[in-house]
């Protein structure tokens, strides 16, 4: 018997059985991980730094960063912000430091260092992590405690924490009881294109704009974000780093996008096209415009050669060729459709997308339990009391940059402080 069971032992998991204990020490508190090892997200996350959080320190600013529970995470966020999170983490010897993106990592450049300090806060805690403990079932008890039946053995407690992530299982289970789960589909992935200009050249990065052109959709699949049917999704672009793959397209641009479309693109199957402004400041009648000045004062030397844009050369070198422009012609003699093309490829890209691609480690999902059917003063259920959410299991998904981890950090906070506020009044 404890008085609360955090299912999940990830960040979220963690956070919240700390900022329990912390809170009373006399709770009785174990954490239930499915896997051999605890806290796996946060060792790869960030290529192995941690982004632990984002440098928004309005919540105003810091909602824009969630395609999905930018409403509800507003109250929450001016109760326990980045500077919350931050002061949390340096409190117990971790500095941070912030990047000029905004993101905020160790000083070590090491998740490790987050990954001890939550290990050693459970060792002072007497807080028990139960590993290799896969939930197979959980239910309410005539006395309004909880069961949790895992591979194992049998578990009671007075308070139930789910902070399981994706986990379908856990998600079947809460729809089985009442609780409504919106679909969960991929979110932050990267973009499969099969394209000469890009092919071979992988490692470069651009500063450049991206947009999805609308097209005809249909609203079967996605009558959570579109409610009636045929119509256009409205533009999606961003505007950030663009990172050429061995598979395609990837960088902070494309994975906004991608958490923004993300049931509007798995409605696409995937298929669609994406159109890339590798000059973001200039538009393809302005980018002419310049060319046609170039074109006059370079007259004798090649366009290869002659990189009249401040972008990588490789890819100079490839949008030239698209262009229709040999290796030899000299900026005197392109011809006007020439010029029009080049503009084109450089302001106007457009790409076949087919497929993406995600990292199993970090995968991210939009949807999850419906933010109608939770309290988002105290992260617990409306349906039943006593059964508190945190981090990725709600219906709530952030663009990268440290903002999935501020969703789990805040979620756990303020279940936390409810569930041992709650507990100070309850004899085991």
Not at 148 to 175: E, F
Not at 309 to 336: D, H
Request: overall charge positive; some cysteine; proline content about 4%.
């Amino acid at each position: 018997m404890f008085d609360v069971i955090v299912a999940g032992g990830g960040a979220a998991g963690f956070y919240a059985a700390i900022q329990i204990a912390e809170q009373n020490s006399n709770l009785k508190i174990a954490i239930l991980e499915r896997g051999k090892t605890v806290l796996s997200k946060v060792r790869i996350s960030g290529g192995g730094r941690c982004n632990v959080t984002q440098a928004k320190f309005y919540a105003k600013e810091l909602v824009d960063g969630y395609p999905r529970g930018q409403k509800e995470l507003l109250g929450p966020f001016h109760s326990h912000a980045p500077e919350d999170v931050i002061a949390f983490f340096e409190e117990r010897g971790v500095p941070l430091k912030i990047e000029e993106d905004g993101r905020i990592f160790p000083k070590s450049d090491s998740s490790q260092s987050i990954i001890d300090c939550f290990l050693k806060e459970i060792e002072k805690h007497g807080i028990q992590v139960l590993k290799n403990s896969s939930v197979k079932d959980f239910s309410r008890l005539e006395n309004g405690h909880w069961q949790v039946t895992t591979m194992n053995k049998d578990y009671k407690a007075r308070i139930l924490l789910l902070a399981t992530g994706s986990n379908a299982r856990i998600w079947n289970m809460l729809q089985d009881m009442g609780h409504s789960i919106v679909p969960p589909v991929p979110s932050l992935f990267t973009f499969n294109i099969n394209d000469e200009r890009i092919k071979g050249i992988p490692g470069i990065s651009v500063n450049a704009s991206v947009e999805i052109p609308p097209k005809k959709i249909f609203a079967s699949n996605i009558s959570v974000e579109l409610k009636s049917a045929p119509k256009q999704h409205p533009v999606l672009e961003s505007e950030g780093p663009v990172l050429i793959t061995h598979w395609g397209l990837s960088g902070p641009a494309i994975l906004k996008l991608s958490a923004w479309g993300a049931r509007i693109l798995e409605n696409y199957k995937y298929n669609f096209r994406a159109v890339v402004n590798w000059t973001p400041e200039y538009s393809t009648s302005s980018m002419e415009g310049y060319l046609k000045e170039v074109k006059e004062v370079e007259a004798k030397k090649t366009v290869f050669r002659t990189q009249a844009i401040s972008i990588p050369k490789r890819l100079w070198m490839r949008l030239v060729a698209a262009s229709g422009i040999s290796k030899e012609l000299r900026w005197g003699e392109v011809t006007k459709e020439q010029l029009k093309n080049l503009s084109k490829q450089l302001t106007a890209c457009s790409f076949k997308v087919e497929g993406k691609s995600t990292f199993k480690e970090e995968f991210v999902t939009a949807g999850g339990v419906d933010l109608k059917e939770i309290n988002f003063k105290t992260f617990e259920s409306k349906l039943f009391s006593n059964l508190f959410f945190a981090g990725e299991i709600i219906d709530v998904d952030g663009i990268t940059g440290g903002y999935n981890f501020q969703n789990a950090w805040t979620g756990a906070y303020l279940a936390a402080q409810e569930i041992a506020s709650r507990a100070l009044t309850v004899t085991t």
